[in-house]
């Protein structure tokens, strides 16, 4: 009986330590999170917003070890210019000059590692814009209910070449960064 007994306690820690180490996908509220982006040129910037069109964290106890998100390009919104201005910069940003939305109407991030220290997590990912695909490594915040992360992104490693000035020359006050900036709330 007592062999009997220790083997279910055995069974039951067995279980239990399995149950808490199975990994979880947290599914993004895609109508609560939030994709901010600015852009900058010689004389200024522009910024706007984009939308998810599906994602989830996927976590192992505390710790982060994947994910993937789908960004819906079609969305791409500027927020400082009003009117024509606007409309025009947006259908510019959509054009094949920038970011071809006809073609390529979605970007994906797949997350292949993280570090955990603290709630900050140090992550390894492939984002793929316009068809290219690329090694990324950015911070992102995990919280109960949100994770935050705040990344640049060299445009130019995705075939959006248009105004840089490390590639073309004399473009003078027309140049555009090669960076541009991501500021993600994930809701979940």
């Given at each position: 009986?007592?062999?009997?007994m220790?083997?279910?306690?055995?069974?039951?820690?067995?279980?239990?330590?399995?149950?808490?180490?199975?990994?979880?996908?947290?599914?993004i509220d895609?109508?609560?999170?939030?994709?901010?982006?600015?852009?900058k040129?010689?004389?200024?910037?522009?910024?706007?917003?984009i939308?998810l069109?599906?994602?989830y964290?996927?976590?192992e106890?505390?710790?982060?070890?994947?994910?993937?998100?789908?960004?819906?390009?079609?969305?791409?919104?500027?927020?400082?210019?009003?009117?024509?201005?606007?409309?025009?910069?947006?259908g510019?940003?959509?054009?094949d000059d920038?970011?071809?939305?006809?073609?390529?109407?979605?970007?994906?991030?797949?997350?292949?590692?993280?570090?955990?220290?603290g709630?900050?997590?140090t992550?390894?990912?492939?984002?793929?814009?316009?068809?290219?695909?690329?090694?990324i490594t950015?911070?992102?915040?995990?919280?109960?209910?949100?994770?935050?992360?705040s990344?640049?992104i060299?445009?130019?490693?995705?075939?959006?070449r248009?105004?840089?000035?490390?590639?073309f020359?004399?473009?003078?006050?027309?140049?555009?960064?090669?960076?541009?900036?991501?500021?993600?709330?994930?809701?979940?």
């Amino acid at each position: 009986m007592k062999t009997i007994m220790k083997s279910v306690l055995i069974l039951t820690v067995a279980a239990t330590t399995v149950a808490f180490t199975t990994p979880m996908k947290k599914r993004i509220d895609i109508k609560e999170s939030t994709i901010e982006w600015k852009g900058k040129k010689i004389l200024g910037s522009h910024t706007g917003t984009i939308n998810l069109k599906e994602g989830y964290l996927e976590v192992e106890g505390d710790d982060l070890i994947g994910g993937m998100f789908v960004v819906d390009m079609t969305s791409l919104k500027n927020t400082d210019l009003s009117g024509e201005n606007r409309a025009k910069l947006e259908g510019h940003l959509k054009s094949d000059d920038f970011f071809g939305v006809a073609t390529y109407p979605t970007a994906t991030l797949v997350i292949k590692s993280a570090t955990k220290k603290g709630n900050v997590h140090t992550v390894n990912a492939d984002l793929t814009i316009k068809g290219a695909t690329n090694p990324i490594t950015f911070e992102l915040i995990m919280g109960e209910t949100a994770a935050r992360t705040s990344l640049k992104i060299d445009r130019t490693q995705y075939g959006v070449r248009y105004g840089s000035g490390s590639i073309f020359d004399s473009l003078g006050d027309n140049t555009i960064s090669d960076n541009f900036e991501l500021d993600v709330l994930l809701k979940f």
